[in-house]
């Protein structure tokens, strides 16, 4: 496994307390890094911090990543307690309710809108005001290929996760004379906690998608995620790196 130098980093994870967010964070902390993980999850931040403390220096921070004043409070409090954030990976999202566009409920569009892209919004304006303040940042926002091919049945999901590759990729254009570098990853489906949240023949239809036969490994995830948050990637911004076991057509 190749290992990024991440000494002296402060790095904030956003849904760091479990599935891709706690692979990443453990990833970076492995590379030297200070680690904050934002959740709204109290329970689960308590025990990934317990866990990863033994790697290395970890903070939490329990935040509704929907409410803009939290995030800003989260923002200061990370600061206060690491002086500055390096690198930001935003992992945090739902998968939402399934069902066909024409019987999809609009509570629940506005939820996983909000929840999946707003919040994305939330978080990347105000890390990286501090990252242009410092002329330096690394930032990943979790995707989807559902964001690229759009699935059946997971409208609101998609349209987010398509969100998120647009704000990405403003955002790095908008940036691109500074060194800061902003990036996403669009994985296939990883078996995570966020199956839980789905229908059994909506994850047997995104299996089927996959040539490689298989779900991502969250671990591998992890390693696209560190290479492009690492100081070695100092030119590639504003792009979407593919991680779906060959599904994407583009």
Same mark, same amino acid.
């Given at each position: 496994m190749n290992q990024y130098d991440f000494t002296n980093r402060a790095a904030v994870v956003t849904g760091g307390a479990q599935g891709i967010g706690y692979a990443v964070a453990e990833r970076l902390l492995e590379g030297?890094?200070?680690?904050?993980?934002? %959740?709204? %999850? /109290?329970g689960a931040l308590a025990e990934a911090r317990a866990s990863l403390a033994k790697t290395g220096d970890v903070e939490t921070v329990l935040v509704d990543l929907t409410d803009r004043d939290a995030v800003a409070r989260a923002t200061s409090a990370t600061l206060a307690r690491?002086?500055?954030? %390096?690198?930001?990976?935003? !992992?945090?999202g739902i998968a939402g309710a399934n069902a066909p566009v024409a019987d999809y409920a609009p509570e629940e569009w506005a939820r996983v809108i909000d929840v999946d892209l707003n919040a994305a919004f939330h978080v990347n304006q105000s890390v990286v005001k501090t990252m242009i303040a410092r002329g330096y940042g690394r930032i990943v926002n979790i995707a989807s290929i559902a964001g690229k091919e759009g699935n059946p049945n997971a409208s609101a999901y998609s349209a987010a996760k398509a969100g998120v590759i647009a704000l990405t990729k403003s955002l790095g254009k908008e940036t691109a004379g500074l060194d800061i570098a902003v990036n996403a990853v669009t994985?296939?489906?990883?078996?995570?906690?966020i199956f839980e949240q789905m229908k059994q023949e909506h994850i047997d239809?995104?299996? !089927?998608?996959?040539?490689?036969?298989?779900?991502? /490994?969250v671990k591998e995830i992890?390693?696209?995620?560190?290479?492009?948050?690492? !100081? /070695?990637?100092?030119?590639?911004?504003?792009?979407?790196? %593919?991680?779906?076991?060959?599904?994407?057509?583009?």
């Open positions: 030297g890094a200070r680690v904050a993980l934002w %959740d709204r %999850d /109290e690491f002086d500055k954030i %390096d690198v930001l990976v935003h !992992s945090a994985p296939a489906a990883a078996r995570t906690k239809y995104m299996l !089927s998608k996959i040539p490689r036969g298989r779900f991502v /490994e992890a390693s696209m995620v560190a290479w492009l948050v690492s !100081s /070695e990637n100092s030119f590639t911004t504003g792009a979407v790196f %593919d991680l779906s076991g060959g599904r994407a057509t583009y």
